[in-house]
């Protein structure tokens, strides 16, 4: 809304003269100033709704010296768990009172990292999160500058002293052994992209259990998350079918298993049992529904804000302990029959 006379936005001065208040007591009440009384904080507010008054960020920051917002660098990436995890920082950012702006780079341009990391330091960023599935991403950030408090979202040691992530050994695992408890012993894996540190680690997951329960394993298949990936590898390993239940890294890549076993005349689990990962919200809804691992990623932009800015009131500040997933069992396994 702008000021009919001059066609101007309205300013703070404005609010003030029309609540009857200085423009430092509008500034308190935009910083949440505890001095405030509630029936001034109040009337401010009702005057700021009808101008549709919105403070100037850039203004406010040279002010306070507080730009209230936190950077994301994302590797570029529609990959679910990604994208879920800045879904989940952004929420849990507004929550305390902070903007997010996200610079996506791309992975296989190392040029593309200080760029994206000078691009969101010129907007004063008061903290930083780095989403980088992948090693490379992660070994050039290592060699920037970073002065401000920052995360980085991954599981494994590249960057000690900064990593927030989900065990996804520990989710593989689960899944692994949720097949080996039904039975199985032919057992594959169908992982992700080899540079990709959650497809390691849940290579990693798989490999131990299987290891543990003292059951032989071929090598893993290297996907790249698609489903249509899912199916070709599906295809190729029905030509031998030398296996009864399958591992997959994804949900995606677990569809298209499904689609190449049904294919083929066969039925899931009857014929061959699927688990997959990260319970994209179309899982329950495949047929049969999947059984899958699930992340939270809520809990985890939650503790990545924490990290940056100090535990909320009322929250307990666990950033050093990854968070541990949860089986989700649905219908896309079953118990081996013996033979």
Do not use: K
């Not at 066609?7 to 405030?36: E, K, M």
């Not at 109040?42 to 850039?58: E, G, K």
């Amino acid at each position: 809304m702008t000021d009919e006379a001059s066609g101007r936005r309205p300013s703070i001065r404005d609010v003030a003269r029309l609540s009857g208040v200085s423009h430092q007591t509008v500034s308190r009440v935009l910083n949440h100033h505890p001095s405030i009384r509630p029936e001034t904080r109040d009337r401010v507010l009702s005057v700021m709704a009808d101008l549709q008054f919105s403070p100037n960020r850039a203004a406010r920051a040279l002010v306070t010296s507080r730009s209230q917002t936190i950077g994301i660098l994302a590797a570029t990436s529609s990959q679910y768990g990604p994208a879920s995890s800045i879904a989940a920082i952004e929420s849990a950012a507004r929550a305390r009172g902070y903007w997010v702006s996200t610079a996506n780079v791309e992975a296989s341009d190392p040029l593309s990292i200080p760029a994206g990391l000078s691009h969101l330091m010129a907007q004063s960023i008061e903290g930083l999160v780095v989403i980088a599935p992948q090693v490379r991403v992660i070994r050039a950030l290592a060699a920037q500058r970073i002065d401000i408090p920052y995360v980085t979202l991954q599981s494994t040691d590249l960057d000690p002293g900064h990593t927030l992530s989900v065990d996804q050994i520990a989710g593989a695992r689960l899944a692994t052994r949720h097949l080996i408890e039904l039975g199985h012993r032919d057992i594959y894996h169908l992982a992700g992209p080899q540079d990709w540190i959650e497809a390691e680690a849940r290579m990693r997951g798989f490999l131990e259990e299987m290891s543990d329960a003292d059951i032989p394993t071929t090598a893993p298949i290297l996907g790249d998350w698609s489903a249509e990936f899912g199916y070709y590898a599906g295809r190729e390993l029905l030509r031998v079918r030398d296996f009864t239940a399958i591992f997959s890294s994804n949900d995606q890549m677990a569809l298209g298993l499904i689609h190449a076993i049904r294919d083929e005349g066969l039925d899931v689990p009857r014929d061959i049992s699927i688990v997959g990962f990260d319970d994209i919200p179309e899982s329950a809804h495949f047929w049969p529904p999947l059984t899958t691992v699930r992340q939270d990623f809520a809990e985890l932009g939650r503790r990545c804000v924490d990290l940056l800015l100090g535990a909320s009131a009322g929250s307990v500040q666990t950033a050093d302990t990854a968070l541990v997933p949860e089986l989700v069992v649905r219908a896309s396994a079953m118990a081996r029959a013996r033979v």
